[in-house]
């Protein structure tokens, strides 16, 4: 990323990598060893903001912040007061969006009124099933009892938005019926659940037990069957879905969450985080200590900033904004697009449209393959059909 003069960042990410355990399906970039108190995440964080120029560099106040990890709560109360004293007073005055993602055991009442004082307006919880079997095979700390006894508590002290994730294409001899954890999640009346896809991801000690024949999730047919069950459900519910993993209530979709698919500009920091600007991708040094060492001596190093080519850009861009619900206006795409659009309409993978290309529950489970279909159109030029 150029270091010289840019616009005020208004979308802002930190990415707190401590977790009490890893999940054996995670494969962010996380650390089990979390530390006794804040300062070391905390000294952290100011050193890569001050190698980027900062918090000057920052939107007075910032549109939205996102604390993700990992697991922020683990860092109890002081995590708010931390951020407080590592970014100032301005970029938080009056901030519009203030999420943090939090796990249900660590939701004492302490915790929650006392980062509710210190101005965060939205939190996520990792809830990931209300099923019993599932929350062991998981990983999970927390009880099917726990989470609810969460969500109430969380929803008690009256944050502006609150959310839980939930997953869904577990082993069906764990848990075949995903949706009733949805069902859950909307008695307890969450303002906003997001629900996602278990990957086996290769260097998971799930994907090694995948490979291994030792492990069986649930295959793509079952997979595309549950989602499209719980998209109806959470449809049926008056839950909008803004994106295809998202479904919000009136006015509580996550503004970071937008502002990322739309590819506005946004700065992470922390390990393993990812910024967007100018066109440019940065993507910081994964492992904590590696993270740690490097801070002394400067930001991160250029080699981890990549320019993202004209082809790739479009591919990226493309995506991200079909995952949305309103997808791409046609004045947007070459002409070639409008047959692709009608192709995919007869197919029932868009919503018909004259206007906008945009994708039904179906097209979002064939996302990829879909985009790379209007890639290649585009590429061949003007199609027969249109």
Same mark, same amino acid.
């Given at each position: 990323?150029?270091?010289?003069?840019?616009?005020?960042?208004?979308?802002?990410?930190?990415?707190?990598?401590?977790?009490?355990?890893?999940?054996?399906?995670?494969?962010?970039?996380?650390?089990?060893?979390?530390?006794?108190?804040?300062?070391?995440?905390q000294?952290?964080?100011?050193?890569?903001l001050?190698?980027?120029?900062?918090?000057?560099?920052?939107?007075?106040?910032?549109?939205?912040?996102?604390v993700g990890g990992?697991?922020?709560s683990?860092l109890?109360p002081?995590?708010?007061?931390?951020i407080?004293?590592?970014?100032?007073?301005?970029?938080?005055?009056?901030?519009?969006?203030?999420?943090?993602?939090?796990?249900?055991?660590d939701?004492?009442?302490?915790?929650?009124?006392?980062?509710?004082?210190?101005?965060?307006t939205?939190?996520n919880?990792?809830?990931?099933?209300?099923?019993?079997?599932?929350?062991?095979?998981l990983?999970?700390?927390?009880?099917?009892?726990?989470?609810?006894?969460?969500?109430?508590r969380?929803?008690?002290?009256g944050?502006?938005?609150?959310?839980?994730?939930?997953?869904?294409?577990?082993p069906?001899?764990?848990?075949?019926?995903?949706?009733i954890?949805?069902?859950?999640?909307?008695?307890?009346?969450?303002?906003?659940?997001?629900?996602?896809?278990?990957?086996?991801?290769?260097?998971t000690?799930?994907?090694?037990?995948?490979?291994?024949?030792l492990?069986?999730?649930a295959?793509?047919?079952?997979?595309?069957?549950?989602?499209?069950?719980?998209?109806?459900?959470?449809e049926?519910?008056?839950?909008?879905?803004?994106?295809?993993?998202?479904?919000?209530? /009136?006015?509580?979709?996550? %503004?970071?969450?937008?502002? &990322?698919?739309e590819?506005?500009?946004?700065?992470g +920091? #922390? $390990?393993?985080?990812?910024?967007?600007i100018d066109?440019r991708?940065?993507?910081?040094?994964?492992?904590?200590?590696?993270y740690?060492?490097?801070?002394?001596t400067?930001?991160i190093?250029?080699?981890?900033?990549?320019?993202?080519?004209?082809?790739?850009?479009?591919?990226?861009?493309?995506a991200?904004?079909?995952?949305?619900?309103?997808?791409?206006?046609y004045?947007?795409?070459?002409?070639?697009?409008?047959?692709?659009?009608?192709?995919?309409?007869?197919?029932g993978w868009?919503?018909?449209?004259?206007?906008r290309?945009?994708?039904? /529950?179906?097209?979002?489970? %064939?996302l990829?393959?879909? &985009?790379l279909?209007?890639?290649?159109a585009?590429s +061949? #030029? $003007?199609?027969?059909?249109?």
């Amino acid at each position: 990323m150029d270091r010289g003069p840019m616009n005020p960042i208004a979308h802002l990410y930190l990415h707190v990598p401590f977790c009490r355990q890893r999940c054996p399906y995670c494969d962010f970039a996380v650390s089990t060893e979390v530390p006794a108190r804040l300062g070391p995440w905390q000294t952290t964080i100011l050193g890569e903001l001050a190698g980027l120029g900062g918090p000057e560099i920052l939107a007075d106040p910032l549109e939205t912040l996102l604390v993700g990890g990992g697991t922020p709560s683990v860092l109890g109360p002081a995590l708010t007061r931390g951020i407080r004293t590592a970014l100032g007073e301005a970029p938080l005055r009056e901030i519009g969006e203030w999420t943090v993602e939090t796990n249900p055991e660590d939701l004492t009442p302490e915790l929650l009124h006392g980062w509710r004082r210190e101005g965060v307006t939205r939190l996520n919880v990792g809830i990931q099933s209300t099923n019993s079997e599932a929350l062991r095979w998981l990983g999970r700390a927390h009880t099917p009892e726990g989470g609810r006894e969460a969500a109430h508590r969380v929803a008690a002290t009256g944050f502006d938005s609150w959310g839980v994730d939930l997953l869904y294409g577990l082993p069906p001899s764990v848990d075949p019926n995903p949706e009733i954890s949805v069902e859950w999640a909307i008695r307890w009346e969450a303002p906003h659940i997001s629900v996602y896809e278990l990957i086996a991801e290769p260097e998971t000690l799930l994907g090694e037990r995948v490979a291994a024949g030792l492990e069986d999730p649930a295959n793509e047919d079952q997979r595309a069957d549950q989602y499209l069950r719980i998209t109806a459900l959470l449809e049926g519910a008056g839950y909008q879905a803004y994106e295809m993993n998202a479904f919000a209530r /009136p006015s509580h979709a996550s %503004r970071h969450a937008r502002a &990322v698919l739309e590819q506005q500009p946004f700065l992470g +920091l #922390g $390990p393993g985080a990812h910024s967007w600007i100018d066109g440019r991708e940065r993507v910081n040094l994964r492992g904590w200590r590696e993270y740690v060492r490097h801070l002394p001596t400067g930001p991160i190093p250029e080699s981890f900033v990549e320019k993202a080519t004209e082809s790739s850009a479009r591919l990226v861009r493309w995506a991200s904004r079909l995952r949305l619900r309103e997808g791409l206006a046609y004045a947007e795409l070459p002409a070639a697009a409008i047959a692709v659009g009608r192709r995919w309409d007869r197919a029932g993978w868009a919503v018909a449209d004259v206007e906008r290309l945009r994708l039904t /529950p179906e097209g979002w489970l %064939r996302l990829d393959a879909l &985009v790379l279909e209007l890639d290649d159109a585009v590429s +061949l #030029g $003007p199609m027969e059909g249109a």
